[in-house]
């Protein structure tokens, strides 16, 4: 055979096969990609709930606080009336009070039904 | 007094680029006239017909300052070496590049060298030029494509890719024919494999490809390699359709397609990861453009470092266009540009660029017949990148068959991974011959 034919062919078939290979190498990696978000779901379902386990909270003179697992603005708010009302409650200010964590307590149980 | 105004005025003449083309204008100046005029037409292509203006625009002025006679602008540095006998030696390169040349007639002649001779810088473009030279240039341009080009419609799609591979071809058709040519008409076509690669990457339809392919491998035809990649690029609403229509029937232009599904944040941000990473792995030589188009695509995505991507899509990838357009335009001299050389070129880069168009149209004609969901034919022809351009005739010739068919996103899909595929063509040329 002809050099340049060989060259040529050589080439050719080298080309053609490492872009076909890598690009389908490429396309079945990408392929996987959507799996991706499921497995995020599941890992989300996971730590959710874990963090629903209960947590005991701080300095707060043994006091349970719940909260609801509404939208974050909705907590911070909740959280800001909650502080304030146990710091009137303890007659000091609501710097002085550290919040650690909130968990919504089952309705049923309440501290009042507790009583 | 007027003797000496006289010869003040006579010697102004002499040294007027007017005089030079007229005296010389059956040697060489004709030869820049054509050119003159070639660059006239490209500009007047690129401001009235809006062909490619950001590129064409530059190369055409970049041809402009090239051809006008003795501008200089595109040569090197010289030394003027005063001899003994009073007349002066010039030597085409720098005073340290004159003394090594002279270095073998002993120390006494380098030292006279480096100290009598007096060195005159090179031509504005000339510098420029470095860029290119250096291969900085194109992989820089590609960072602003990659912060540009959505991955989306191919990750909802990873077939795309194959079609992206299947466009390819012509770019290994036009390689052999470079070959042929430079076989059986050596007189007219100084081709090997190196000039046959170069050559071949205009099928790639790829810009920066090209370029960064021709400068590596075979930097004598830059020039007209640019103007050929660049003309046919402007030209694909043009060369495509035909190609097309002729081997799809109406039915099959008239598939519509499954909506694609939606992306999410995460695969976009792991995609140029990954790629950057399979493909370096498996083609080191793809690393300067590869890895370019996907950092530019990651600071896009991200979404952490917006700033650069807007830096890298807008001021720093105009710079660096207008540096690289006028720069590729000065490549093309006369002498450089008007040869049987650049006929084959523009003749090999249509073929690449015609085949790789029918080759995308026929693969995806194979895969509707294969696959379970049905693919319309026409979005193979977006393989061959020339992104968005070949995208958008898809989208044009899908919709002279029915109004309500929308194919644009499908062929984003083969398009950019047609980016891809030339860059890794690209690659595997630059792996077989750069060392060769």
């Known amino acids: 055979m002809a050099e340049w034919l060989e060259e040529g062919l050589v080439a050719t078939i080298n080309g053609v096969g490492t872009v076909f290979f890598v690009l389908i190498l490429i396309a079945m990696v990408i392929s996987l990609f959507k799996y991706i978000d499921k497995i995020n779901i599941s890992n989300l379902l996971k730590s959710a709930v874990k963090k629903t386990e209960p947590v005991e909270t701080s300095q707060t003179n043994d006091l349970m606080i719940s909260t609801s697992k509404t939208s974050q603005e909705d907590e911070a708010e909740l959280i800001a009336v909650i502080v304030a009302a146990i710091a009137a409650s303890l007659e000091t200010s609501s710097d002085q009070l550290q919040v650690r964590s909130f968990r919504r307590i089952n309705p049923t149980h309440t501290l009042w039904n507790r009583r | ?436």
Do not use: C
């Open chain 2, 1 to 436: 007094m007027w003797e000496t105004l006289i010869e003040a005025l006579a010697n102004f003449i002499h040294s007027s680029g007017l005089y030079w083309l007229v005296d010389n204008f059956s040697d060489m100046g004709y030869k820049n006239l054509i050119m003159i005029i070639v660059s006239l037409t490209l500009m007047y292509l690129a401001i009235k017909k809006g062909y490619e203006p950001l590129l064409l625009l530059p190369i055409s002025f970049g041809m402009l300052l090239v051809n006008l006679p003795i501008t200089f602008i595109m040569d090197g540095a010289m030394t003027q070496i005063p001899l003994p006998d009073g007349t002066m030696f010039e030597f085409a390169g720098t005073k340290l590049e004159a003394a090594a040349t002279f270095a073998a007639d002993g120390p006494e002649t380098v030292a006279y060298i480096l100290s009598q001779a007096k060195e005159i810088p090179g031509g504005l473009l000339y510098y420029l030029y470095y860029g290119n030279k250096l291969g900085i240039f194109p992989p820089l341009i590609f960072m602003g494509v990659g912060v540009l080009t959505d991955f989306g419609p191919l990750l909802a799609n990873p077939k795309s890719f194959l079609l992206g591979a299947a466009a390819q071809f012509g770019i290994f058709l036009a390689f052999f024919g470079a070959l042929m040519l430079g076989e059986f008409f050596p007189e007219y076509f100084a081709f090997g494999p190196k000039e046959g690669a170069a050559i071949a990457i205009i099928g790639g339809a790829d810009g920066p490809t090209a370029i960064y392919t021709a400068i590596k491998l075979a930097p004598h035809l830059l020039g007209p390699i640019a103007v050929a990649a660049y003309s046919y690029m402007s030209l694909v609403p043009i060369i495509q359709p035909p190609i097309m229509r002729l081997l799809t029937t109406k039915e099959e232009r008239k598939i519509k397609m499954k909506q694609l599904r939606p992306v999410s944040h995460t695969e976009k941000i792991l995609f140029p990861i990954v790629v950057t990473i399979l493909v370096i792995m498996i083609l080191p030589t793809t690393a300067p453009l590869i890895g370019m188009l996907m950092f530019g695509n990651l600071i896009k995505v991200s979404g952490v470092t917006e700033k650069l991507a807007e830096v890298a899509s807008n001021a720093m990838m105009y710079m660096i266009t207008i540096f690289l357009g006028i720069t590729v335009g000065a490549t093309t001299s006369a002498e450089a540009f008007l040869n049987f050389e650049t006929l084959g070129i523009l003749i090999l880069g249509l073929v690449a660029f015609s085949f790789g168009t029918a080759s995308g149209v026929l693969l995806a004609k194979l895969m509707n017949k294969l696959s379970k969901t049905q693919i319309n034919p026409l979005i193979g022809a977006a393989g061959v990148s020339a992104v968005p351009m070949a995208a958008r005739v898809v989208q044009k010739v899908g919709q002279e068959e029915d109004k309500s068919n929308f194919l644009l996103m499908h062929a984003m899909g083969p398009n950019v991974a047609g980016v891809i595929g030339s860059a890794v063509a690209a690659g595997v040329f630059l792996s077989l011959f750069l060392t060769a």
